[in-house]
């Protein structure tokens, strides 16, 4: 079993849903019921010991925050929360400690449940999860944010988490396309217990606002049987085959890989004794943590036979 290296004392006054650290893991950001997010520096001293600071404390929500997201740092400081009160705020830090509400982002109906930010490649860009069962994309280009048009209609029971293909995925270039420039992909958890995978198959119009999105076909035979709490798209390993991970109320996580025929399959991780609420890959791609109703987080690594083994525990 994992011991903690270190243990933050938030200050938070109700339960935190999301942490989050920035490029370099030198920021740590946390998201409550107490609609505040806090910020802390976070620094190693010579002997390798961590200590964390706060930093800030932002507000501007009028309920839960339920998530947070740092874009690139190539973009500057930029750090996007989401709310039960269908609001996805964009904070800046400009300059050092001083931060700046540069957007609030309302076109949602109900809470937003999850953001992700793109790869850098494709420009400041997020994507917004709502339980009104619609993903809408913001995109900053020509000093303006706009929303990309139009929404993706999800599904209608509501969307619980959105996750961006890293740039150059397997499934985003066809070998014979004369354009080799990758697809914009995102895979979406819906509460109609299903996984989706949409491709942006254009974008035109005004500072590029205007995108037209595709669902990629799916078995629904390998679906989840419960609501899809989150999902998880692996960065590029150098894999001839994209990965993804998604988890359910069904107390299941599913492991999704596409190979290049353009299909998608799943296979099943061993099952756990309580809903699964999140999951998230190592920046390399080869190991999953994997949080479950139960308290308990577990990492796992996938065998030369394709069967899972768990590496390591916290139970807390």
């Known amino acids: 079993m ?64 339920w998530q947070v997201a740092w874009a690139h740092p190539k973009f500057g400081v930029i750090l996007a929360s989401c709310s039960y009160d269908g609001s996805v705020l964009i904070h800046r830090e400009a300059p050092q400690k001083t931060w700046t509400k540069i957007f609030r982002h309302e076109v949602h109906k109900a809470s937003v449940n999850s953001i992700a930010w793109a790869p850098h490649e494709f420009g400041l860009c997020l994507a917004c999860a709502s339980s009104d069962g619609c993903v809408s994309i913001l995109h900053y280009k020509d000093d303006m944010w706009q929303v990309a048009a139009p929404i993706i209609e999800n599904d209608k029971l509501g969307c619980n988490a959105v996750s961006w293909a890293p740039y150059s995925s397997v499934g985003s270039v066809s070998p014979d396309a004369k354009d080799t420039t990758p697809m914009k992909r995102l895979v979406t958890a819906s509460c109609d217990n299903k996984v989706r995978i949409w491709q942006c198959k254009s974008s035109s119009g005004a500072a590029g606002a205007a995108w037209t999105w595709e669902e990629e076909v799916m078995n629904d035979a390998d679906q989840h049987s419960d609501w899809v709490r989150d999902v998880a798209w692996a960065p590029n ?30 296979k099943a991780m061993p099952e756990f004794g309580a809903p699964v609420w999140r999951v998230s890959w190592s920046i390399t791609g080869n190991v999953l943590a994997v949080s479950t109703g139960d308290h308990k987080v577990s990492l796992w690594k996938q065998c030369v036979d394709e069967s899972w083994t768990k590496i390591s525990s916290i139970d807390e």
């Open 237 to 266: 390993t150098a894999m001839p085959y994209d990965i993804i991970a998604s988890c359910s109320e069904d107390n299941k996580v599913l492991i999704w890989t596409q190979n290049r025929d353009k299909k998608w399959t799943a």
């Open 2 to 65: 994992a011991k903690p290296l270190l243990k933050v004392p938030t200050d938070h006054e109700d339960m935190i849903h999301d942490s989050q650290f920035d490029y370099y893991a030198k920021k740590l950001a946390t998201c409550s019921s107490d609609r505040t997010i806090k910020i802390y520096d976070v620094s190693v001293d010579e002997g390798g010991k961590n200590s964390v600071g706060k930093s800030a404390t932002l507000t501007g929500h009028e309920g839960p925050v």
